[in-house]
T-cell receptor, first 114, second 113 residues
Framework: DQQVKQNSPSLSVQEGRISILNCDYTNSMFDYFLWYKKYPAEGPTFLISISSIKDKNEDGRFTVFLNKSAKHLSLHIVPSQPGDSAVYFCAGQNSGGSNYKLTFGKGTLLTVNP | KAGVTQTPRYLIKTRGQQVTLSCSPISGHRSVSWYQQTPGQGLQFLFEYFSETQRNKGNFPGRFSGRQFSNSRSEMNVSTLELGDSALYLC????????????FGAGTRLSVL
């Protein structure tokens, strides 16, 4: 049972435009969500996170939106840069009881074209 | 500040052997988690250690085990290797009080022949 789904395996965007990466989840116990970026031959790099008590969190060019009723979150990158080309993973967490296990989606490959 | 360090970066083993992977967390981080990444299953949680105790465990067979030392360094062991254990093994650490956010190492690529 895939609790976190990233339905778009890939996304291609022009430099300077907005990139929108989507993620759906089924586990209503998730109370924290994170986005990671991964380059080949490297480990995932933390990008941005959001608590379930919020609906938006912004950090520079990156903004994460959470719609709890729809069990949906999205990552917006504005403006997109060629260096943003990587695989993006979203992850959910049910941190009650000191359980910080991350449940990941399968990832979306973002390509930003110059 | 040094990041999470995993050794070795690459490993080749044969079926039936056992393997030990090492992880040094970021200085000051006390929680260490391990994940397995495969093309079919994606990133899956193996276990988490905190203060030398296994705090959480994923759905992996008992052949997968780990431990944590008093300096927060962690090792993961896989016994009786199977072909399906070929994967990228990732270690992540987090800071006390901010354990939601995990910082990953570059991983150990294990190939089982």
């Amino acid at each position: 049972d895939q609790q976190v789904k990233q339905n778009s395996p890939s996304l291609s965007v022009q430099e300077g435009r907005i990139s929108i990466l989507n993620c759906d989840y089924t586990n209503s116990m998730f109370d924290y969500f994170l986005w990671y970026k991964k380059y080949p031959a490297e480990g995932p790099t933390f990008l941005i996170s959001i608590s379930s008590i919020k609906d938006k969190n912004e950090d520079g060019r990156f903004t994460v939106f959470l719609n709890k009723s729809a069990k949906h979150l999205s990552l917006h990158i504005v403006p997109s840069q060629p260096g943003d080309s990587a695989v993006y993973f979203c992850a959910g967490q049910n941190s009650g009881g000191s359980n910080y296990k991350l449940t990941f989606g399968k990832g979306t490959l973002l390509t930003v074209n110059p | 500040k040094a990041g999470v360090t995993q050794t070795p970066r690459y490993l080749i083993k044969t079926r039936g052997q056992q393997v030990t992977l090492s992880c040094s967390p970021i200085s000051g981080h006390r929680s260490v988690s391990w994940y397995q990444q495969t093309p079919g299953q994606g990133l899956q949680f193996l276990f988490e250690y905190f203060s030398e105790t296994q705090r959480n465990k994923g759905n992996f067979p008992g052949r997968f085990s780990g431990r944590q030392f008093s300096n927060s360094r962690s090792e993961m062991n896989v016994s009786t290797l199977e072909l399906g254990d070929s994967a990228l093994y990732l270690c992540a650490s987090s800071l006390p009080g901010s354990e939601n956010i995990q910082y990953f190492g570059a991983g150990t690529r294990l190939s089982v022949l």
